[in-house]
């Protein structure tokens, strides 16, 4: 069982930035992949970012390529989304999400755990 709480949303402007992070309880972290999910409003929730257990590899969405990036601490069982160049269209609620599967899953269906989310919103 894990536990998922994330943080660091709010309101920036186009073309700031924030670093979202998610801490997790539990002491089996390290096996679990996590990624980013966002959902906005009347849309479904779409994947974001990944990262495998040991950090070593990450997959992003299209969307976000060059702009995210994900990272997590092991030893802080802790995984975080840094966000540059933010748009109006990041607006959403971001997840995090913990999948017991190895590689790099970005459909939903694969993640086992999710937090409650935090709400980011990009103004223009």
């Known amino acids: 069982q894990v536990q998922l709480v994330e943080s660091g949303g709010g309101l920036v402007q186009a073309g700031g930035s924030l670093r979202l992070s998610c801490a997790a309880s539990g002491r089996t972290f390290s096996s679990y992949t996590m990624g980013w999910f966002r959902q906005a409003p009347g849309k479904e929730r779409e994947f974001a970012a990944v990262?495998?257990?040991?950090?070593?590899?990450?997959y992003y969405a299209d969307s976000v390529k060059g702009r995210f990036t994900i990272s997590r601490d092991n030893a802080k069982n802790a995984v975080f989304l840094q966000m540059n160049s933010l748009k109006p269209e990041d607006t959403a609620v971001f997840y995090c999400?913990?999948?017991?599967?190895?590689?790099?899953?970005?459909?939903?269906?694969?993640?086992?755990?999710w937090g409650q989310g935090t709400q980011v919103t990009v103004s223009s």
């Open positions: 990262i495998t257990r040991s950090g070593s590899a990450t």
């Open positions: 999400a913990a999948s017991g599967q190895f590689g790099l899953p970005y459909s939903p269906s694969a993640y086992d755990y």
